[in-house]
């Protein structure tokens, strides 16, 4: 096990103290205005967000027809495994869904290199970015980024206006403070490495759908 | 002049001159300015978000050990290992040391400046361990065994059909220039090392104090995989990296996004804090932060430079350059190319060496303009070359040759007689024949650009004259 209480600290911590002895000028703090302007209708704006950051963004009525909707996607997905968060809500979904389709529970471990799509809840919805955010709870690091494609079921409520309610969201609830992990994702994976040409797919999801119920 | 500076001149002339480059270099940018032109549309106020932003890192910098002494409790609380480093040397034995002690064959990497500074892979790969570069440019720049062009945009000189022919020669079974099917074809490739890496090395855009947590940017979505599935994952960063609360990141990320590519924001922005819990579904087993040092706490004293710091490693600077979309990123020679690498790199190798940088530059301030959290570069350009002449070597006959010009300046009458004089000597030598000779008094000047022909009378001659008719 290599040494982590090293010498190097003390001396590093006593150059930054005698380094700031003086201290450094600052641009002048003009009067404080506003940064973005506030967001107002937040669904609307996430619809349009996610339009933006190429999220498939699915609507349905309420959290009930949120199996058939995931049924409807799944047909288009190769047969292979789904990885999907272990919780009561897509326990209880799994069963409309199914249909012959091999699952693996986030409760039995990370997800393989083969599986076909995760299915994951998410712990809050930005509409200023049209993101999600997850934490390690929502099937685990893995769970968002390994499969090809990504479904998110989430409904209106989880909704909040701007990354800074977001943030404070998941500190207020312990989420921050109880998780080794989290994501604010937003659109799917890509690259642009080559000639500055949009790419989708790089090395995690080419889809990312939200399942966005409204009640 | 130094053998850097030699150097940087050679590979100058030869990029400037490269008419495919130049076109690859301008369709990038160009791309570029439209992103992030729309980007910072999204903002309400551009201009106070870049205050905001200066006013985090200050208040980060100038607490910068309160902050470190912050971060660190907390990420320890979360079960992560914190190494302090002084300089390279440091960084990479511990993490050389960490990877043979724990039997690590494989590491998967993500992108890192910070990694390419302390020169990281060849100190892992002398000790037998094999790095893998997963962002999509450095996996392309590593098989080319070339350093990163671009900070933001590693494979930025490269076409579509040099990849292609690279994919071919290096993986081979590659028979398309679709940028699609390429990076199909490096996703494959690289899987198959995400699966089996025991290491995964990361850097960090952000150490948040309040939180403990490390924040990581990513695109492609290479950076959460290696800091999911190998069993180790260090974290690579310097201490000027650290904010103070997770609360700034809801400004830092989108504004890091605007600057760095023109997205409203990046599609992973990731925290990560510790290892995984015992509750958790995956993650590594262990987690190592290393805080690196290498010259920072100097550039810390440095209260004119301090805000160099604040650097958040956007690459806006560069876009904006006239110089870097002359020369290349390659042309300078150092980790950090550009404005910012011309301003911090004299700082972290060596003023005397590296001076010849701060004249890399036609001081037009774009740089400066373009900074997200508004540090002065194109001053800091001015102050490196007052310290050089002040403290480095100068060649003597530059030292005399100021002398004497201050001389003259500071007196009316020993201008006119000195400008008469040269303006004589310079009409006889052209008279003479010596244009373009070894003996043209002009010659360093003539050497790129045409010389004027000096004329028959002074300009306060003809002043007096013309005034007089009037």
């Given at each position: 096990m290599p040494?982590?209480?090293?010498a190097?600290r003390?001396?590093i911590l006593?150059?930054?103290?005698?380094?700031l002895r003086?201290?450094?000028p600052?641009?002048?703090r003009s009067?404080?205005r506003a940064?973005?302007a506030?967001?107002?209708?937040?669904?609307?704006?996430f619809q349009?967000?996610?339009?933006?950051n190429?999220?498939?963004?699915v609507?349905?009525?309420?959290?009930?027809?949120a199996g058939?909707?995931?049924?409807?996607l799944?047909a288009a997905?190769p047969?292979?495994e789904i990885?999907?968060?272990?919780s009561p809500?897509l326990?209880?979904?799994?069963?409309a869904?199914?249909?012959?389709?091999?699952?693996q529970?986030s409760s039995e471990?990370g997800p393989?290199?083969a599986?076909?799509a995760?299915?994951?809840?998410c712990e809050?919805?930005?509409?200023q970015?049209?993101?999600?955010l997850?934490?390690?709870?929502?099937?685990?690091r893995?769970?968002?980024?390994?499969?090809?494609v990504?479904?998110v079921?989430?409904?209106?409520a989880?909704?909040?206006?701007?990354i800074?309610a977001?943030?404070?969201r998941?500190?207020?609830r312990?989420?921050v403070?109880?998780?080794?992990y989290?994501c604010?994702i937003?659109?799917s994976?890509?690259?642009a490495?080559i000639?500055?040409?949009?790419v989708m797919g790089?090395h995690?999801?080419r889809?990312?759908?939200v399942?966005l119920?409204?009640? | 002049?130094?053998?850097?500076?030699?150097?940087?001149?050679r590979?100058?002339?030869?990029k400037s001159a490269?008419?495919?480059?130049?076109q690859?270099?301008r369709r990038?940018?160009?791309?570029?300015?439209?992103?992030?032109?729309?980007g910072?549309?999204?903002?309400a106020d551009?201009?106070?978000?870049?205050?905001?932003?200066?006013?985090?890192k200050w208040?980060?910098?100038?607490?910068?050990d309160?902050?470190l002494l912050?971060f660190e409790?907390r990420a320890?609380e979360?079960?992560?290992?914190?190494f302090?480093a002084?300089?390279s040397?440091?960084a990479c034995?511990?993490i050389?040391?960490?990877?043979?002690s724990?039997?690590?064959?494989k590491?998967v990497?993500s992108?890192s400046?910070?990694?390419?500074?302390?020169h990281?892979?060849p100190?892992?790969e002398?000790a037998?361990?094999q790095?893998v570069?997963t962002?999509?440019?450095?996996?392309?720049?590593q098989l080319?065994?070339e350093?990163?062009?671009?900070?933001?945009?590693?494979?930025m000189?490269l076409t579509?059909?040099?990849?292609a022919d690279?994919?071919?020669?290096k993986?081979?079974d590659?028979d398309?220039?679709?940028?699609?099917?390429?990076v199909?074809v490096?996703?494959?490739?690289?899987?198959r090392?995400?699966?089996?890496?025991e290491?995964g090395?990361s850097?960090?855009?952000?150490?948040v104090?309040?939180?403990?947590m490390?924040?990581?940017t990513?695109?492609?979505?290479n950076?959460?995989l290696?800091?999911s599935?190998?069993r180790i994952?260090?974290a690579l960063a310097?201490i000027e990296?650290?904010?103070?609360?997770l609360?700034?990141?809801?400004?830092l990320?989108?504004?890091l996004?605007t600057?760095?590519t023109?997205?409203p924001?990046?599609?992973?922005s990731?925290?990560?804090?510790?290892?995984?819990?015992p509750n958790?579904?995956?993650?590594?087993e262990?987690?190592h932060?290393?805080?690196?040092d290498?010259?920072r706490?100097?550039?810390l004293a440095d209260?004119?430079?301090?805000?160099?710091l604040?650097?958040?490693?956007?690459g806006?600077c560069?876009?904006?350059?006239p110089v870097?979309?002359t020369?290349?990123g390659?042309?300078?020679?150092?980790?950090?190319p550009?404005?910012i690498g011309?301003?911090?790199t004299?700082?972290?190798r060596?003023?005397?060496?590296f001076q010849?940088?701060s004249y890399?530059?036609?001081?037009?301030g774009?740089c400066t303009d373009?900074?997200?959290?508004?540090i002065?570069l194109?001053?800091?350009?001015?102050e490196?070359?007052r310290n050089?002449?002040?403290?480095?070597?100068?060649p003597?006959?530059?030292r005399i040759?100021?002398?004497?010009?201050?001389w003259?300046?500071q007196s009316?009458?020993?201008?006119?007689?000195?400008g008469?004089?040269?303006?004589?000597a310079?009409r006889v030598?052209h008279r003479?024949?010596l244009?373009g000779?070894?003996l043209?008094?002009?010659g360093p000047w003539s050497?790129?650009h045409?010389a004027?022909?000096?004329?028959k009378?002074?300009?306060?001659?003809l002043?007096?004259k013309?005034?007089?008719?009037?």
């Amino acid at each position: 096990m290599p040494q982590t209480e090293n010498a190097s600290r003390e001396k590093i911590l006593a150059r930054i103290r005698t380094a700031l002895r003086e201290p450094a000028p600052r641009h002048e703090r003009s009067e404080a205005r506003a940064i973005f302007a506030p967001v107002t209708d937040l669904l609307d704006r996430f619809q349009k967000e996610c339009t933006i950051n190429i999220t498939e963004c699915v609507m349905i009525p309420d959290s009930r027809s949120a199996g058939t909707a995931v049924r409807d996607l799944l047909a288009a997905i190769p047969p292979g495994e789904i990885f999907v968060q272990d919780s009561p809500d897509l326990r209880q979904l799994a069963a409309a869904w199914q249909d012959g389709r091999e699952i693996q529970w986030s409760s039995e471990g990370g997800p393989k290199e083969a599986s076909q799509a995760t299915i994951s809840g998410c712990e809050v919805l930005v509409a200023q970015t049209g993101s999600v955010l997850v934490s390690a709870a929502c099937g685990g690091r893995g769970a968002s980024v390994v499969a090809p494609v990504h479904i998110v079921v989430a409904t209106v409520a989880q909704l909040v206006p701007d990354i800074s309610a977001a943030l404070a969201r998941v500190q207020e609830r312990g989420i921050v403070a109880q998780s080794s992990y989290l994501c604010l994702i937003t659109g799917s994976s890509r690259t642009a490495d080559i000639e500055k040409i949009l790419v989708m797919g790089a090395h995690g999801p080419r889809r990312l759908i939200v399942v966005l119920a409204m009640s | 002049m130094s053998t850097a500076a030699q150097e940087f001149l050679r590979r100058s002339i030869e990029k400037s001159a490269d008419l495919t480059h130049k076109q690859i270099i301008r369709r990038g940018i160009d791309q570029y300015n439209t992103a992030n032109d729309r980007g910072r549309m999204r903002f309400a106020d551009w201009e106070a978000a870049r205050q905001r932003c200066h006013e985090i890192k200050w208040e980060a910098l100038n607490n910068l050990d309160r902050y470190l002494l912050e971060f660190e409790q907390r990420a320890k609380e979360r079960g992560a290992h914190v190494f302090w480093a002084e300089n390279s040397a440091e960084a990479c034995r511990y993490i050389t040391e960490l990877a043979t002690s724990r039997g690590v064959h494989k590491v998967v990497k993500s992108k890192s400046m910070v990694a390419e500074e302390i020169h990281l892979t060849p100190a892992l790969e002398k000790a037998g361990v094999q790095v893998v570069e997963t962002d999509l440019g450095e996996y392309i720049v590593q098989l080319r065994d070339e350093p990163p062009y671009h900070i933001v945009t590693p494979a930025m000189h490269l076409t579509r059909k040099d990849i292609a022919d690279l994919f071919k020669e290096k993986l081979g079974d590659v028979d398309t220039d679709d940028p699609v099917e390429l990076v199909a074809v490096a996703r494959r490739a690289l899987r198959r090392d995400f699966f089996s890496g025991e290491m995964g090395i990361s850097g960090a855009n952000f150490l948040v104090a309040d939180s403990g947590m490390i924040a990581l940017t990513t695109n492609e979505g290479n950076g959460r995989l290696c800091t999911s599935l190998p069993r180790i994952h260090v974290a690579l960063a310097g201490i000027e990296k650290v904010i103070p609360k997770l609360q700034d990141l809801a400004l830092l990320w989108p504004v890091l996004a605007t600057a760095g590519t023109g997205q409203p924001i990046t599609c992973y922005s990731t925290l990560i804090g510790g290892p995984r819990k015992p509750n958790e579904v995956d993650g590594p087993e262990e987690f190592h932060i290393v805080l690196l040092d290498n010259g920072r706490s100097e550039l810390l004293a440095d209260v004119e430079q301090r805000d160099v710091l604040h650097c958040i490693r956007c690459g806006a600077c560069l876009n904006a350059c006239p110089v870097f979309r002359t020369v290349g990123g390659h042309s300078y020679g150092t980790t950090y190319p550009g404005p910012i690498g011309s301003v911090l790199t004299p700082h972290l190798r060596g003023l005397n060496e590296f001076q010849h940088l701060s004249y890399a530059s036609s001081l037009c301030g774009a740089c400066t303009d373009s900074c997200p959290v508004k540090i002065d570069l194109h001053h800091h350009l001015l102050e490196n070359r007052r310290n050089a002449v002040n403290g480095a070597e100068r060649p003597w006959s530059e030292r005399i040759g100021f002398k004497i010009w201050q001389w003259t300046m500071q007196s009316a009458s020993r201008f006119r007689i000195l400008g008469g004089l040269a303006r004589a000597a310079l009409r006889v030598a052209h008279r003479l024949g010596l244009d373009g000779t070894p003996l043209d008094p002009m010659g360093p000047w003539s050497k790129n650009h045409a010389a004027p022909r000096v004329p028959k009378k002074s300009f306060r001659a003809l002043w007096g004259k013309n005034n007089a008719a009037n």
